[in-house]
């Protein structure tokens, strides 16, 4: 006889290509009898009970327990568990950070379950003669140490999908180490789950070993084919998606010795010197994003935001996300179609630190704004030894940020190193700020208004950019999170009180600059504003994720007019 046992799986949406509850179901089908065998099911939350009860509908002996399987020996009464309800999200963990990051807008919710000690449940079954096979999904970080159980299980199935290789190596030497052996992919996509086998007969060991070699074979063949693949070395290539295996193996690291405290130096760095080396290289200068305003610094209530990349979230304004920023010491940020990435300035808005493990890979020229010493130092000290940033540290980066992070201080770098500083009258054109504005330019033209007030005057002018504006910015992309209603209304030109558009594209010879937002939207008016300005008083932006080519930036390197690039790091 034998005994099927489900641990709960990884809290959040489900993923299809695990196929974790349906998968075992039939794995525990091919190999045992629905009419003899027992089955304990795990569950964290209530509300999963009677799906369960149906997806073992066929089977005679079934106990679905709403309860915390204890695999650390130890037998507590109760456990707590946290519920947390997102966006189309009922994720519910032992771990409140592991469920708040499912939707940080909201606090978890508490809830008391029974606590079990699997030990003693697997004991039970060992006694009466019975084989125990157990399915447990390694996303759950409580899940990975089988210590106290190899020595009753005849089988273990895993889920291994978006796990770190570490942590899975190290969960499959402990079972190996006990006298299971690999045997081959229980249910999931290739990859996804992991099955070993204590090897009982011939027969066993025959069918465990016939498994193995299906796995073997299949990624012998996937590899076949990616040697085999054409690359065309002329394209740039993408930069590398950071795993959510990565990503929880970052948390988990982090989130140790949360009480320790430690210092880093935020030293001033030569921005100019490092914009006219780019220049001196590309003829083009590099540019940064940039946030309208910083909030007041907080005492933390948390080490680390559960606002984390690549996990789905909700808030209803701009506010209350900065505020949950706010709550924490630092705050988890990754490239992400670019290395300059809008999250990193949200970070330090809010008064958090910018927790970025990729931050020594930065390109020489890009980020330039951004104080790239201190975060990798900052990312080495807090995944080596947890801990989190002392209150000197926040104000050492908040204050690095006030000075070069602003829209403000973006503003009068871009007008400083242009050779326009003693402009008084400008003029921004971007025919796509009103319909669809794209952050670079929008927060170009949001500091310029900050340094020149009315004497920033606009072409295509768009409302919902000023404090008090009845317009919103809800359907554009970011949902207008960081610009909208980030000016203030006194520098209104009348002009843009009266929605005039396309102004001052009559008149370009009287402004002392002309800056055009973003020239891969605005291509048609960027031949206009050349042909009748001189390009020594045109400022032109290229905010793309992606870099211009070698050929784009020669072409602008001749253009002779003031070129601002956010991705300067060319890839040939």
């Not at 789905?312 to 706010?326: E, R």
């Amino acid at each position: 006889m034998s005994t099927f046992i489900q641990l709960p799986p990884a809290s959040g949406r489900p993923d299809p290509d695990v196929d974790y509850r349906q998968g075992f179901e039939r794995w525990a089908r091919h190999s045992g009898s629905p009419a003899q065998d027992a089955v304990i099911i795990y569950t964290l939350d209530a509300a999963e009970v009677d799906g369960l009860r149906d997806l073992w509908r066929v089977w005679v002996n079934v106990d679905v327990r709403v309860a915390h399987p204890c695999l650390d020996g130890s037998h507590s009464a109760r456990a707590q568990a946290f519920v947390a309800i997102g966006e189309g999200v009922r994720a519910v963990s032992l771990n409140a950070f592991d469920a708040a990051r499912w939707s940080p807008a909201e606090e978890p919710r508490s809830v008391s379950i029974p606590c079990e000690s699997l030990a003693v449940v697997v004991d039970r079954y060992n006694a009466s003669g019975a084989e125990v096979h157990l399915s447990i999904d390694l996303r759950v970080r409580e899940q990975r140490h089988l210590a106290s159980l190899t020595s009753g299980l005849t089988e273990v199935s895993a889920v291994v999908a978006d796990v770190h290789d570490a942590s899975v190596r190290a969960t499959v030497d402990e079972l190996r180490q006990a006298g299971l052996r690999p045997a081959g992919r229980p249910f999931g996509i290739a990859g996804s789950s992991v099955a070993l086998r204590r090897p009982t007969s011939l027969k066993s060991w025959l069918s465990g070993a016939l498994g193995q070699a299906r796995v073997r074979g299949g990624v012998a063949i996937e590899r076949w084919r990616a040697s085999t693949s054409r690359i065309d070395p002329s394209a740039v290539p993408p930069l590398d998606q950071v795993s959510r295996a990565e990503v929880d193996h970052i948390v988990g690291q982090v989130r140790r010795n949360p009480d320790v405290t430690w210092n880093i130096a935020v030293q001033e760095e030569d921005i100019n010197a490092l914009a006219n080396e780019a220049h001196d290289r590309f003829g083009v200068w590099p540019i940064s994003f940039s946030y309208p305003a910083m909030l007041p610094l907080a005492t933390p209530a948390q080490q680390l935001s559960p606002i984390i990349p690549g996990f789905p979230y909700a808030f209803a304004d701009n506010a209350a996300y900065l505020s949950a920023y706010a709550r924490a010491s630092m705050a988890l940020t990754f490239r992400k179609a670019g290395w300059d990435c809008f999250r990193h300035v949200e970070i330090l808005a809010s008064g958090a630190v910018p927790l970025m493990p990729d931050a020594d890979r930065i390109p020489r020229y890009a980020m330039i704004h951004y104080p790239r010493s201190a975060m990798v130092a900052l990312a080495v000290q807090a995944i080596t030894h947890g801990g989190v940033p002392d209150e000197q540290t926040r104000r050492h980066f908040r204050a690095f940020a006030e000075r070069h992070l602003t829209t403000k201080a973006m503003a009068r770098y871009l007008l400083d190193v242009s050779g326009l500083a003693d402009s008084r009258r400008v003029l921004f054109v971007d025919d796509q700020t009103p319909v669809n504005p794209e952050y670079q330019s929008t927060l170009a033209l949001i500091g310029l208004k900050q340094l020149l007030g009315r004497g920033c005057e606009v072409a295509f002018p768009a409302d919902f950019l000023y404090a008090g504006s009845s317009q919103t910015a809800a359907c554009h992309y970011g949902r207008g999170f960081g610009y909208s209603h980030a000016i203030d209304p006194g520098a209104r030109t009348s002009e843009e009180e009266s929605d005039r558009k396309a102004h001052g594209l009559d008149a370009l010879r009287s402004y002392d600059a002309v800056i055009v937002g973003s020239i891969s939207r605005n291509t048609a008016l960027t031949r206009v504003v050349l042909g009748q300005c001189d390009p020594a008083r045109v400022v032109l932006i290229h905010g793309e994720d992606g870099p211009p080519t070698t050929d784009e930036l020669a072409a602008l390197r001749v253009i002779g007019a003031n070129v601002f690039v956010r991705a300067l790091h060319p890839t040939r």
